[in-house]
Nanobody, 116 residues
């Protein structure tokens, strides 16, 4: 069974930084794209950033220049470095992974709170 375990969320003041991690475990042959999403209350889950197995990245306009996604393929882990955080970044952040031949998996979510 494939599991995604996130860590690194917490409370930070506006302008501060946090680094989220998401480790994928289980019977895995290969992971294609990995990504981070967030879900504002009452709204649909929205993309924050994605990264392919080859390292190509894409970002939501609202986080470009502030967030950086990266991955360690040897550790099956994806990271999200969040800098210059704003109160509007407050949310539950979810990671996902597209596991080749098995499907799309999601983490349980980690809370990020940015105080003004």
């Amino acid at each position: 069974q494939v599991q995604l375990v996130e860590s690194g969320g917490g409370l930070v003041q506006a302008g501060g930084s946090l680094r989220l991690s998401c480790a994928v475990s289980g019977r895995i042959f290969s992971i294609n794209a990995m990504g981070w999403y967030r879900q504002p209350p009452g709204k649909q889950r929205e993309l924050v950033a994605t990264i392919t197995s080859g390292g190509s990245t894409s970002y939501a306009e609202s986080v470009k220049g502030r967030f950086t996604i990266s991955r360690d393929n040897a550790k099956n882990t994806v990271y999200l470095q969040m800098d210059s955080l704003k109160p509007e970044d407050t949310n539950v952040y979810y990671c996902n992974a597209i596991v080749i031949g098995q499907g799309i998996y999601w983490g349980q979510g980690t809370q990020v709170t940015v105080s003004s």
